[in-house]
């Protein structure tokens, strides 16, 4: 199908130039830059949770940290508990 698209023309020379480094057509590469871009919205649309899966990872080392000192702390019995 054949269309027209404005393109910012900083854009539209790196995607040419992108282009030519490849060895291929402008619509070609504009082709591949549209099916790639659906192919993560598609799956953003299908598991939107996965945006958030893994963010909190460098917690993970603070978390056991904290767990251990209440662990810890837990185990140690108050002599004078009812003062």
Do not use: N, Y
């Not at 830059?33 to 649309?45: C, H, I």
């Amino acid at each position: 199908m054949k269309t027209t698209l404005e393109i910012p023309d900083a854009v539209f020379r790196r995607a040419k130039s992108k282009a030519a480094q490849q060895g291929i057509p402008l619509r070609e590469f504009v082709t591949q830059a549209v099916e790639e871009k659906l192919k993560t919205s598609v799956a953003r649309v299908e598991k939107p949770w996965m945006k958030h899966v893994g963010k909190l990872k460098h917690l993970r080392k603070e978390s056991h940290r904290i767990e251990k000192l209440i662990e810890d702390r837990f185990e140690q019995i108050d002599p004078e508990p009812w003062k």
